[in-house]
C-alpha cells in the first residue's frame, strides 16, 4: 500500500503539469512529498523494533506485527491524512 499513493501521486502531478494547473500540481507534489516522508518515518520505527529481535535478517519488509505496532499513531495520521489527499486529487485530476 505504501507504494500506492506516491506513485498515484507522480500520476498526479504529470496530469496537472500537462494541463497547466500549477497550484494543484504544487499541492499535489507537497502531499505526495508529505506522504513519502511519513512513510519512511514509520519504516524507521519498524525496523527500530525488528532489529531488537534475534531472527532479524534485514530485509526491508522483515516485520513482524508487533514490531508494526511500534510506529506512533501521529505518524500513521499523517501518512493515512495525506494518502486520502491524493486520491481526492487523483481522482479530480482524472475528470479534470
Not at 519512511?40 to 506485527?65: L, W
Request: hydrophobic share 55%.
Amino acid at each position: 500500500m505504501a507504494w500506492l499513493p506516491i506513485v498515484l501521486g507522480i500520476i498526479t502531478c504529470w496530469l496537472f503539469y500537462r494541463s497547466d494547473q500549477i497550484i494543484l500540481l504544487v499541492v499535489t507534489l507537497l502531499l505526495t512529498l508529505v506522504s513519502f516522508w511519513s512513510w519512511g518515518i514509520m519504516h524507521n520505527f519498524a525496523t527500530e523494533a525488528a532489529k531488537k529481535r534475534s531472527s532479524y535478517e534485514g530485509g526491508f519488509y522483515d516485520f513482524t506485527p508487533q514490531e508494526a505496532h511500534a510506529v506512533p499513531n501521529w505518524i500513521t495520521r499523517i501518512n493515512l491524512l495525506s494518502s486520502i489527499g491524493i486520491l481526492i486529487v487523483f481522482i479530480f485530476a482524472v475528470f479534470l
